[in-house]
Nanobody, 121 residues
Framework: QVQLVESVGGSVQADGSLSLSCAAS??????MGWFRQAPGKQREGIAS???????SYTTPVKRRFLISKDNAKNTQYLRMNSLKPEDTATYYC?????????????????WGQGTQVTVSS
């Protein structure tokens, strides 16, 4: 079993930056990632990272968001730059096992409670 605890999100103006963290306790995590869900929309995966550093990003966040992981602390981070109002959503941390490395695809098994990120124009 893995428990995931996310940091508190926040509010920021457009073009600003915000960082999230997610600490995993329990079993070690082979793959960690971030999802988000905007009001009225489906939850979407945005970034993932394996324990050996392979990463994957979806197009809307590529080159703006950076995912990283401290394996010793079993904690992942999401640095969000150049934020846009359309990035407003509840962000969820996830953990699981790697299905494939190239491209990085994870089988998600555990979820955090979600944290709100609001970007104002």
């Amino acid at each position: 079993q893995v428990q995931l605890v996310e940091s508190v999100g926040g509010s920021v103006q457009a073009d600003g930056s915000l960082s999230l963290s997610c600490a995993a306790s329990g079993d070690t995590t082979e793959c960690m990632g971030w999802f988000r869900q905007a009001p009225g929309k489906q939850r979407e995966g945005i970034a993932s990272i394996s324990s050996n550093g392979h990463t994957s990003y979806t197009t809307p966040v590529k080159r703006r968001f950076l995912i990283s992981k401290d394996n010793a602390k079993n904690t992942q981070y999401l640095r969000m730059n150049s934020l846009k109002p359309e990035d407003t959503a509840t962000y969820y941390c996830a953990a699981g096992v790697v299905a494939t490395y190239f491209p990085l695809i994870c089988d998600w098994k555990y979820w955090g409670q979600g944290t709100q990120v609001t970007v104002s124009s």
